[in-house]
Every structure is written in C-alpha cells, then in structure tokens.
C-alpha cells in the first residue's frame, strides 16, 4: 500500500507560519492529486487544500490568501500556512489518491492518509 509521511508541525505564535511537508513512499504506484485535511475534537475533518497532477488547487474559504499548497513531484505535497490563527489550531492530515499495480492482478486504486500532524497557534 501506499504510505504518506508528514512533517512540520509544532507549535507557532499567532501571525507566525508553519510549513508542513508529506512523502508518499510504497510499490509501484502513481499519485492523481493529493491533499491536506484537518480535524479538532468535536468537528468534522474539512478539506484545506487540494491539488491535481495537472496542477488545479482547490481550497477552502477560511485560508484563501494565507494557505498556498504545491507539489515539487508526484509523490510529496507541502502546505505553506501564513498569517496563522488560533483557529486554525487542529490536527492536520495528508491525503493522496491515486492507482497502484498489484502483483497477479490489475492496478486498483487507493485512498491513503497520514498520521497526521499537530498544528497549534497560540494567541
């Protein structure tokens, strides 16, 4: 299967920035667009940012203008976080779809997540 990584998170200043990073490692396999979700206690995971092989991103209302996400290849994704919020304190969590090829079978497609990462913004 296909593993991702995360990196990056800690603990900022409000106003401050954080950089987080994500590494897809396994068999043979290719990635269609990755992502970054987050989750506090008590709320629904949401999608923060997205992006697409052919380089769409997608990102949610409350960090347009200070999230940027990017892809330096197919298999990692980073997340910029700038002008960082006590709101935007959570647990944050990669995301890659995508196909791999199984041995004595076809390509199938997967849905993999991290372990995620703590972000926490202190005002």
């Known amino acids: 299967q296909v593993q991702l990584v995360e990196s990056g998170g800690g603990l900022v200043q409000a106003g401050g920035s954080l950089r987080l990073s994500c590494a897809a490692s396994g068999s043979l396999f290719s990635i269609n667009a990755m992502a970054w979700y987050r989750q506090t206690p008590g709320k629904q995971r949401e999608l923060v940012a997205a992006i697409t092989g052919g380089g769409s991103t997608n990102y949610a209302d409350s960090v347009k203008g200070r999230f940027t996400i990017s892809r330096d290849n197919t298999k990692t994704v980073d997340l910029q976080m700038n002008s960082l919020q006590p709101e935007d304190t959570a647990v944050y969590y990669c995301?890659?779809?995508?196909?791999?090829?199984?041995?004595?079978?076809?390509?199938?497609?997967?849905?993999?997540w991290g372990q995620g990462t703590q972000v926490t913004v202190s005002s």
């Open positions: 995301n890659a779809v995508g196909l791999v090829l199984r041995i004595g079978a076809g390509p199938a497609t997967f849905d993999s």
